[in-house]
């Protein structure tokens, strides 16, 4: 299933909603035979078993399935607020393949979650930002909701500079009602220590202590990973046109062990605040990329 969901796959589907739709299909039909078969029961109608529930709670008939707790959810629980909550800044645009840029590949596992949240009948609204954020869409399940969504992420095109931390505490302000905030972005820092890893954590906290559940997923392209480059290249910062050459030989070492030193600032940030920290690229197919996200949030009880 991995190939038919892979990123050079369904760039050839035009329509997002139909990439989405494909890519949820996908990811349910495999978990029939992984080792997450009960998060469809988890997703639908459970939640996991928390310290302080009373245990006259438990579905032993869940327990059975899937050798893991579960409780009934009660009504008050089954409608979750989600929000994404997009990059738009310009070095999301940013590809060295064929394939997807990191934002084409943020938007279409964006609507694929879109998708799994509405089939839950749980309010979906979208946020993006560059140097602040914009509200597109309120959180809404009416009927057609999906179709704006969609339609939405269909027009944002990166194009801007961004303040990452400052947005991140906006948000953090804006949202009134405790919600699962989707964050979708390369983490890359402005050119000022105001985008440093410890000032994002540090909004990622407030965002977090305001009673919000957060997912960052941090996209980067597949070259930023693996740094296929040979010989003198010369790179260039998409944001502020800056021009950098460097034997890319000699420097691949330095780069992937700093790369490594940036990835795991988050990692371990995000553990301490109970965040879930979803590292992709945009080579992995997307049903990789979602049990991926599924096997953050089962560490995580």
């Known amino acids: 299933m991995s190939a038919l969901l892979s990123p050079e796959s369904l760039q050839q589907i035009k329509r997002l909603d139909l990439r989405a739709r494909m890519v949820v299909r996908g990811f349910l039909q495999g978990l029939h035979s992984s080792p997450f078969q009960g998060f469809s029961v988890q ?6 078993y928390n310290r302080g529930d009373d245990p006259k709670l438990i579905d032993w008939l869940a327990y059975a399935k899937t050798d893991k707790y579960f409780v009934k959810r009660f009504e008050a629980e089954t409608n979750l607020t989600g929000y994404l909550v997009m990059d738009l800044s310009k070095s999301m645009g940013f590809t060295e393949s ?9 938007t279409c596992l964006a609507a694929a979650l879109t998708y799994l949240m509405t089939m839950q009948q749980d ?4 946020l993006t930002f560059d140097e602040k954020v914009k509200a597109l869409l309120p959180a809404r399940s009416r009927r057609g909701h999906l179709g704006d969504v969609m339609a939405q992420l269909s027009r944002l095109q990166p194009t801007g500079r961004t303040e990452l931390a400052a947005c991140i505490t906006q948000v953090a302000a804006m949202l009134k009602q405790h919600s699962l905030v989707m964050l979708f972005t390369d983490l890359l820092p402005s050119e000022t220590d105001a985008d440093s890893p410890e000032a994002i954590i540090a909004a990622l906290a407030r965002l977090k202590h305001g009673g919000n559940d957060v997912i960052v997923f941090h996209v980067m392209d597949e070259a930023e990973v693996h740094f296929p480059y040979e ?8 944001e502020t046109g800056h021009t950098v050459s460097v034997d890319a030989s000699g420097f691949r070492k330095d780069y992937l062990k700093q790369l490594e030193q940036f990835r795991d600032a988050y990692r371990e940030g995000c553990n301490r605040l109970r965040i879930d920290y979803v590292p992709l690229d945009t080579s992995m197919p997307f049903d990789a990329a979602l049990t991926e996200y599924l096997q953050q949030r089962q560490s995580r009880f």
């Open 43 to 48: 997703f639908s109608e459970h939640r996991r």
């Open 98 to 106: 064929q394939s997807m840029t990191k934002f084409e590949y943020s």
């Open 123 to 126: 309010p979906v609204g979208l």
């Open 231 to 238: 010989g003198p290249v010369q790179f260039e910062d998409s």
